[in-house]
């Protein structure tokens, strides 16, 4: 309990965030979000699932040929994911 300088609670838990460890679980926990966001409504209505393991995006596709898109962007999509977590986060993507 501090006497002199107190501090809003708003900018104690902005702070909390901020840490690496925090972000990266919380960027790790929005994958799913960010993943609908960088590939688009109508490729996302194909996507069955998306986890995100140890670097690794796993994403089941209902579809071949949105699966076969996936495929060739993969590079450009694993750049647009870590730019939307704001820190490297994902390594490669894997199309189930």
């Given at each position: 309990m501090r006497r002199t300088?107190?501090?809003p609670i708003g900018d104690i838990l902005k702070e909390f965030f901020e840490r690496p460890f925090i972000a990266r679980k919380l960027a790790e926990g929005h994958m799913p979000d960010y993943w609908r966001e960088v590939v688009?409504?109508?490729i996302a209505s194909f996507t069955l699932e998306v986890q995100y393991v140890n670097g690794v995006v796993y994403v089941r596709?209902?579809?071949s040929a949105?699966?076969?898109e996936?495929?060739?962007r993969r590079d450009e999509l694993t750049e647009q994911l870590n730019q939307r977590a704001g820190q490297h986060i994902v390594n490669t993507i894997i199309v189930r």
């Open positions: 300088k107190t501090q688009g409504e109508r596709m209902a579809s949105a699966r076969q996936i495929f060739y």
